[in-house]
């Protein structure tokens, strides 16, 4: 199976005609240096330990370039990704843990790189190792006394709720397009497989199979120096959750799956949702917001996954884009504000930010990756005490904002539409499964 592969993709390397040599051609010395290393793959030692160092130099290519610039160095790393975990797997006869790094490797493949022209391989890749190598065990069942809840803290950040709808929209014109509803448990969603299946961690578990890894964010806020992201296991995060029948092991750190393509990694959850068909209406740029423009992927849509325990919180922050935000399993509160409200949401300055070091985290959000789309303002306060300091520290907002901002708790089945430029910010009431998409 993955010598066969391997073959195939030398043959691909050589073709200086096929799209993937062309883009990798582009690296310069670099792809001469991995082609000759990949010829020698089947009997080289040292070529073999060489296909790590590639992988470094592409992903620190990555993170130093703008995203314009790094297709070439992606499928440098995600060709030595796949090399790599073939030759992991070539001679083995039962060794689960060679596997298991040959998995990990092809994940971070889809992870950092995003595996262009080389998706549909990696699924197949991973699911050949996964039958061949591997096998899905039952978790240990966490035994001890659960925490009890804390009462969450009702802000008084807002004054205004969004607009419900119980029936879409005829035509979703410009009207509809320039301000934020919700279509309460509506055919959009009611249909989805997701809203049960979502909720079953051992569900979850099957669908990605053993050996599986992805990007966490660790830590309450994104805004403080201690937070960070990391590459875990698949099992891992789902058993520092809520489920039903599965209850939460401890932790001390808060673990959060955020804004991440997970049905392009585990794409048999595409078939669990629907695509709203508001997200191919290609709106009018709103007038509070003139320089929108739809994503730049061939689709014009950006879907991505988030995954996390109760009181998790997104902090007060701006996306370019419109968003259809489907809530899947589990409550949570958003909270909007106009794009007209911006000069009172006190947002980072970039020149004392580091949120642009990409070095930072090894599947760093590029689309929109300073922080002065986020507000240094706790639209969702712990305490009271914690929003008197708040209106101490921000008085203009509070005086202004709350007038105009607007909140909302989806519940399963519900879906948000915002358009781009609004202030919004989340927090999870209990294990919360959410879908956005931009459009």
């Given at each position: 199976m993955s010598l066969a592969l391997l073959d195939q993709l030398l043959a691909e390397l050589s073709d200086e005609s096929h799209p993937c040599t062309v883009d990798l051609r582009r690296c310069g010395s670099a792809f001469f240096k991995f082609y000759a290393a990949a010829r020698s793959l089947h009997d080289n030692v040292d070529s073999r330990t060489s296909m790590k160092s590639f992988i470094h130099r592409a992903y620190q290519e990555i993170i130093r370039l703008p995203p314009s610039e790094t297709l070439c160095w992606r499928r440098l790393y995600t060709d030595a990704c796949l090399f790599c975990a073939i030759y992991q797997v070539s001679d083995l006869a039962h060794d689960d843990t060679a596997a298991t790094e040959a998995v990990a490797v092809l994940d971070r493949a889809i992870i950092v790189a995003g595996a262009p022209g080389r998706l549909d391989t990696i699924h197949q890749l991973i699911k050949d190792i996964q039958e061949k190598y591997l096998t899905l065990?039952?978790?240990?069942?966490?035994?001890?006394?659960?925490?009890?809840?804390?009462?969450?803290?009702?802000?008084?950040?807002?004054?205004?709720?969004?607009?419900?709808?119980?029936?879409?929209?005829?035509?979703?014109?410009?009207?509809?397009?320039?301000?934020?509803?919700?279509?309460?448990?509506?055919?959009?969603?009611?249909?989805?497989?997701?809203?049960?299946?979502?909720?079953?961690?051992?569900?979850?578990?099957?669908?990605?199979?053993?050996?599986?890894?992805?990007?966490?964010?660790?830590?309450?806020?994104?805004?403080?120096?201690?937070?960070?992201?990391?590459?875990?296991?698949?099992?891992?995060?789902?058993?520092?959750?809520?489920?039903?029948?599965?209850?939460?092991?401890?932790?001390?750190?808060?673990?959060?799956?955020?804004?991440?393509?997970?049905?392009?990694?585990?794409?048999?959850?595409?078939?669990?949702?629907?695509?709203?068909?508001?997200?191919?209406?290609?709106?009018?740029?709103?007038?509070?917001?003139?320089?929108?423009?739809?994503?730049?992927?061939?689709?014009?849509?950006?879907?991505?996954?988030?995954?996390?325990?109760?009181?998790?919180?997104?902090?007060?922050?701006?996306?370019?884009?419109?968003?259809?935000?489907?809530?899947?399993?589990?409550?949570?509160?958003?909270?909007?504000?106009?794009?007209?409200?911006?000069?009172?949401?006190?947002?980072?300055?970039?020149?004392?930010?580091?949120?642009?070091?990409?070095?930072?985290?090894?599947?760093a959000n590029v689309t929109e990756p300073s922080m002065c789309n986020t507000s240094r303002v706790d639209v969702f306060p712990d305490s009271a005490e914690a929003e008197q300091a708040s209106r101490d520290a921000f008085p203009d907002f509070w005086k202004e904002v709350p007038q105009k901002a607007m909140c909302v708790t989806l519940a399963p089945g519900d879906v948000l539409f915002f358009p781009p430029g609004w202030w919004h910010a989340m927090r999870s009431e209990e294990t919360s499964f959410s879908v956005s998409m931009w459009f």
């Open positions: 065990t039952p978790l240990n069942a966490f035994s001890g006394h659960t925490q009890p809840l804390i009462q969450m803290y009702h802000t008084g950040a807002f004054s205004l709720s969004v607009p419900c709808v119980n029936a879409p929209p005829n035509a979703f014109g410009r009207g509809w397009s320039q301000k934020p509803f919700v279509l309460r448990r509506h055919g959009y969603v009611q249909g989805w497989k997701a809203l049960s299946s979502w909720a079953s961690i051992d569900y979850l578990r099957s669908v990605a199979g053993p050996g599986r890894l992805v990007p966490v964010e660790v830590g309450k806020d994104y805004r403080t120096e201690e937070w960070t992201q990391r590459l875990m296991s698949w099992d891992s995060f789902l058993q520092s959750l809520d489920f039903p029948g599965h209850p939460a092991q401890p932790q001390s750190e808060v673990l959060y799956l955020a804004q991440h393509n997970l049905l392009m990694q585990f794409p048999a959850l595409e078939g669990d949702i629907g695509i709203p068909e508001y997200v191919y209406a290609c709106p009018d740029p709103p007038s509070c917001y003139p320089a929108y423009k739809p994503p730049g992927n061939t689709d014009g849509l950006v879907i991505n996954a988030w995954l996390g325990p109760r009181g998790t919180i997104s902090p007060a922050h701006t996306d370019p884009f419109f968003n259809c935000y489907a809530q899947v399993v589990g409550c949570k509160t958003v909270w909007l504000a106009p794009p007209d409200v911006s000069h009172l949401m006190h947002p980072f300055d970039t020149s004392t930010s580091d949120a642009a070091d990409k070095s930072r985290n090894p599947a």
